[in-house]
């Protein structure tokens, strides 16, 4: 079996159906796909046509997905398929996240039960990251795989670009323990015009995981001249403070030229600048895909003491409990039992 029947969706015609798993809500013919190129309208239903088609599996530090305050210095299992809802012209994974279902055809099938012993074989590791594409597309296969691996002890983790409806991001909420959710721009116009989404439907899914109770980080990928306004970023970091608290950790990335863009990557100075802006609001504010000065430790930020130093993905926990808290001052800092 490589697909199964969609549960979100609704029979419009004989021929056309309308996909209910995001925003997009696509109005799909028979025989053709949505945006994400892997929900298939046959014959007035729609199949989810990546149903277990695994086109990456890897064992990662948890901080590369990245999680940096979610059982810093383990591993976990990571997985993707291919296919995603959005189109943004700088992807940095396009080979998987703009391939469709026609080229998972010769890819090996997984069943969810198949997945999570996989896992289970794996040394010194403490879930399932379902990463590497959008895995929200992947909806249904995340939550049979991650039902089951809930029942060996094993942590779901999803890192995901946010661009969900409502109904299944509940569903979803029931089984993942941790998302990093990818915010890419404070501005509707770059969203609508640099990915073929828009902005208020991650805000909504940001909010509703921070509800829920379940760890969230945030990460932002600065790409020269589309996003790295320090107008817009200082506004978008004023309403993660105040939507998801001042302790949400935020990974501000640096783009390098991908796909359909090819500017110049974004310069040391736009980073320092976000980071010393992030700072102002939050607590945890951390810099990828560079090697700087500042943004790699973590600080208690209640007495200031030094709790986990970072070389890349060599983790050094220097004075923190062993249920994530802080030795000096007793400060809550990371989920790590």
Known sequence: MSYIVSKYYDSLTEDNVKCLLCPHNCIIKNGNTGICGVRHNIDGSIYAENYGKVVAMNMDPVEKKPLYHYYPGHKIFSVGTDGCNLKCIFCQNYLISQSDYKSLQDVDFYSPQMLVDIALRQKDNIGIAYTYNEPFIWFEYVCDTA????????????????????????????????????????????????????????????????????????????????????????????????????????????YFPSYKYSAPPTSAETIIEFYHIACEYLDFVYTGNIYLDKGNDTYCPQCGKTLILRNGYNISLQNITNDGKCEFCGKQIVISE
């Not at 990818?182 to 995981?209: M, Q």
């Open 147 to 254: 039902k089951i691996a809930k029942n060996y002890a094993l942590k779901n983790v999803m890192v995901t670009n946010g661009y969900i409806n409502s109904a299944p991001l509940n569903e979803l909420l029931q089984y993942m323990d941790a998302f990093n959710v990818d915010l890419k721009s404070f501005n509707n116009n770059f969203y609508k015009r640099h990915t073929g989404a828009t902005l208020e439907p991650v805000l909504n899914t940001i909010k509703s995981i921070h509800k829920s109770g379940k760890h969230l980080e945030i990460t932002n990928l600065v790409v020269t001249n589309l996003n790295d306004n320090a107008d817009e970023f200082r506004n978008m970091v004023k309403w993660i403070c105040e939507n998801t608290g001042s302790n949400t950790p935020l990974h501000i990335s640096r």
